[in-house]
């Protein structure tokens, strides 16, 4: 995925870190590569460092943009676990 060209795909990840007095956070993806920054409006729920995650991902001119964020469910039915 290349700067500036606005592809979007899914990908996996894990929010790496979160800043709730500005609304906005880091996640790390997957496969590597620059973290995605994620908007509280493209959350759902309370955000909390370390949940796993499954959204599309935009290339800006900023860099990787987290978008329709969900949280993944582990095999206990927890929402957002490790």
């Known amino acids: 995925m290349q700067r500036g060209d606005n592809v979007t795909s899914k990908a996996t990840g894990r929010l790496i870190s979160w800043r ?6 880091w ?4 496969t590597g590569g ?3 920054f994620v908007h509280v409006s493209e959350y ?3 955000p909390a460092v370390g949940q796993r995650l499954r959204f599309t991902v935009t290339a800006t001119d900023k860099g990787p943009r987290a978008a329709d964020v969900e949280l993944l469910i582990d095999v206990h039915g927890n929402k957002g676990a490790a």
Do not use: I
Request: aromatic letters at 6%.
């Open 27 to 30: 996640v790390g993806l997957d």
């Open 44 to 46: 759902p729920g309370v």
């Open 20 to 25: 709730a007095d500005k609304g906005f956070g």
């Open 34 to 36: 620059p973290d995605a």
